[in-house]
């Protein structure tokens, strides 16, 4: 009897032991199974057939609704305009905004959240008593360069400006407003070394934009205003006109339009991308407001609501920096936020 029942053990301990070894094996498989097909979905999500940043992006070029349009203001520059159009683009981790490319084979960007509430200016030191001084106001100054960088429309250095209403030229201050300092250099450092490869020292048109409405003012009339005065830098902010043209609503197609006393554009939320849609936030825009005395301390800036109206540089107002990166990239994505374009190699 105790042999029968050793026999016994022997087979239910081969049994077990088979048992197991039969249930680790199946086990491993089904794991290697598992593990080779999230490798392959994985490789198979990173696929990418990358196209030129021009190829990428002129794909579906649009006349109604979101998306790349031909700019009608400025010859072989292309705009985003719409309510939601597929223009995202990632850098330095963080994702932007695609206002436009340029004929200069530019792209022009702008960061989807803000980097905070900040003054334009309030720097007690560009403030001159000389009945001369374009910088007169304690509340601070409008002119977002100074009187080494700030360029005529042919490129030349200037020392003098018109505050836009007549031909009187005042003398420019010596420092640059706070907020273009501080851009380009300590937020320009929190940039990653790939993000300012690629970022261009680019002309930004920084001539003040009027309020006129007496006179019917247009966007082309706008435009020309901008471009009066320039200056060349890293980061800046979006023009007033930048603004205007990516609102896709028929009745908004100037500053004007815009602006509190003539507004024309009931509901621009839903046809404008720049629009800060939470929070009921303003924000600042880089061009200045074209009028005199304590009103040169005024610059322009946009609400949640697609109104841009002009308030002291003193206040507070949401910072989105605004730049140009070179179009000789490749890129992957969509330009949706859930898959926004890459740059790759």
């Excluded at 088979?18 to 498989?29: E, G, H, Y």
């Excluded at 436009?100 to 960007?109: F, G, M, Q, R, Y």
């Excluded at 273009?180 to 934009?209: A, S």
């Amino acid at each position: 009897m105790r042999k029968i029942r050793r026999k016994r053990e022997k087979v239910k301990k081969k049994i077990i032991i088979i048992s197991v070894f039969l249930f680790l094996i199946i086990m491993t498989s089904g794991y290697a199974a598992f593990s080779t097909n999230i490798t392959l979905i994985a490789k198979g999500n990173i696929k990418c057939n990358p196209k030129t940043a021009k190829e990428k992006l002129l794909e579906n070029i649009v006349t109604a609704g979101s998306g790349i349009y031909v700019d009608t203001t400025e010859n072989n520059r292309y705009i985003y305009r719409g309510v939601d159009p597929n223009n995202y683009i990632v850098l330095s981790n963080e994702l932007y905004r695609i206002i436009s490319l340029e004929a200069d084979n530019t792209i022009k960007v702008i960061k989807e959240t803000s980097i905070g509430t900040m003054k334009y200016d309030s720097k007690n030191e560009r403030y001159s008593s000389s009945a001369n001084a374009y910088c007169n106001s304690t509340l601070g100054c409008n002119a977002w360069a100074n009187n080494k960088t700030t360029l005529d429309e042919t490129g030349k250095i200037i020392t003098q400006i018109t505050d836009g209403l007549n031909d009187t030229l005042f003398d420019l201050p010596d420092e640059e407003s706070y907020l273009n300092e501080y851009l380009n250099n300590n937020w320009y450092n929190t940039l990653d070394n790939e993000t300012k490869k690629l970022i261009v020292n680019h002309v930004y048109n920084i001539g003040p934009v009027l309020y006129n409405k007496q006179t019917n003012q247009t966007l082309e009339t706008d435009i020309a205003q901008e471009k009066k005065y320039k200056w060349t830098g890293k980061i800046g902010l979006m023009n007033v006109s930048d603004f205007v043209k990516a609102s896709n609503n028929p009745n908004c197609t100037s500053v004007m339009d815009h602006n509190d006393a003539t507004y024309n554009c009931p509901n621009d939320i839903d046809y404008n991308y720049l629009i800060i849609k939470k929070g009921n936030q303003w924000q600042w825009l880089l061009n200045p407001f074209g009028a005199t005395d304590n009103q040169r301390a005024y610059s322009w800036n946009t609400g949640y609501d697609g109104k841009i109206g002009a308030n002291p540089v003193s206040n507070a107002y949401q910072v989105r920096p605004a730049f140009y990166i070179t179009a000789d990239i490749n890129l992957c994505g969509s330009g949706t936020e859930s898959n926004p374009y890459t740059i790759v190699s």
